[in-house]
């Protein structure tokens, strides 16, 4: 019962993912797709979480604080760029 | 233009302490469970670029006076360093050596020197990430 319920919800997350890389590939603006990317990250977390339970280990479990640690870095970096263009800067108050 | 990022600053300040400790337990754990010297490493890296984007190169440089060349040194020292001590006791190259400690804290322990020759790859990663990024980052 329960492998039956985790594999739907592998093949639900999935679909979500699908539905992500066409907000990822058709996005009009940069910021769009950047927020597709982010949400991406969190899908891949919850995916981890999933199969980590089908394969019965708890050794994906520091993978899921991995990429989602990443996938923070990864957005603020973005997020700085698109804001001033530079990622990191020598002084900011000059 | 001058931009005021409170909650970047304040959240980066608190996530950092967070990829930190998850950085050393995820360093001290390498030997029995999935993780090690370069996980731990590029982790550790991490935080230092979360700050560095939350900040800037000269206030983190204040704050974290390293010289990450340095640390490349100091790394490559502790593993060449782990792998000739064993040549002192007449063993070969690379040999390690492990024991059971009883330390106050922990209780029952058991030290490796495996342990040191990670340390050398964490020192050693953590200094190449940073120099790298560093690097690129001063260019005008």
């Known amino acids: 019962m329960i492998d039956i319920a985790l594999k739907l919800s592998l093949i639900i997350l999935a679909i979500a ?29 919850s995916i981890a979480a999933v199969l980590s339970m089908i394969l019965n280990t708890s050794n994906f479990l520091d993978i899921i604080l991995l990429i989602a640690i990443l996938a923070f870095i990864g957005t603020v970096a973005y997020a700085k760029f698109l804001e001033k263009g530079e990622v990191i800067e020598y002084d900011r108050n000059q | ?80 360093g782990t792998a000739a001590g064993s040549l002192l006791f007449n063993v070969p190259f690379f040999t390690h050596a492990y024991d059971y400690f009883q330390l106050p804290l922990f209780g029952k322990t058991s030290l490796h020197t495996a342990m040191l020759f990670d340390l050398g790859v964490y020192f050693v990663v953590i200094g190449v990430t940073m120099t790298i990024i560093q690097t690129i980052g001063e260019s005008e």
Do not use: E, W
Request: proline share 4%; hydrophobic share 55%.
């Open chain 1, 17 to 45: 993912m699908l539905g992500l890389v066409y907000r990822l590939v058709k996005g009009p603006t940069t910021p769009d797709r950047i927020v597709a990317l982010d949400a991406m990250g969190v899908n891949l977390v």
């Open chain 2, 1 to 80: 233009m001058k931009t005021n990022d409170v909650i970047f600053q304040t959240v980066a300040k608190v996530v950092f302490f967070m990829i930190i400790f998850f950085a050393v337990r995820i360093f001290f754990a390498g030997h029995y469970y999935p993780g090690g010297g370069f996980v731990g490493g590029l982790l550790t890296s991490g935080a230092i670029v979360l700050l560095l984007l939350a900040f800037d190169m000269k206030t983190v440089k204040k704050g974290l006076p390293i010289d990450f060349k340095c640390l490349i040194g100091l790394g490559l020292l502790f593993g060449a």
